[in-house]
């Protein structure tokens, strides 16, 4: 079992940065593929970006290409996602999910989730 604790989530305006990260305790984290996914109010959970055990590969929703940016550091426990050029649709609770199957794009692919991090941005 893995424990993950996201952080980094504020307000931003609209072109603004933010970099979240998610802590993960437990079991070794190099073992897990590693993801975000946000929910916006009245929304369901959508993928975000996910991450293989060794970084070799990454996946991004076309929503976020090119503005995410998601990284890992074995040695630190922790995933981040690196978020530029925010918009006010990126608005939304994110959160991050570990899974020991196969990196994927659907929330099923992942079996723990963190507490979610609220990110706000103003246009």
């Known amino acids: 079992q893995v424990q993950l604790v996201e952080s980094g989530g504020g307000l931003v305006q609209a072109g603004g940065s933010l970099r979240l990260s998610c802590a993960a305790s437990g079991r070794t984290f190099s073992s897990y593929y590693m993801a975000w996914f946000r929910q916006a109010p009245g929304k369901e959970r959508e993928f975000v970006a996910a991450?293989?055990?060794?970084?070799?590969?990454?996946l991004y929703a076309d929503s976020v290409k090119g503005r995410f940016t998601i990284s890992r550091d074995n040695a630190k426990n922790t995933v981040y996602l690196q978020m530029n050029s925010l918009k006010p649709e990126d608005t939304a609770v994110y959160y991050c999910?570990?899974?020991?199957?196969?990196?994927?794009?659907?929330?099923?692919?992942?079996?723990?989730w963190g507490q979610g991090t609220q990110v706000t941005v103003s246009s």
């Open positions: 991450i293989s055990r060794s970084s070799l590969y990454v």
């Open positions: 999910g570990a899974g020991g199957r196969t990196i994927g794009v659907t929330s099923s692919n992942y079996d723990y």
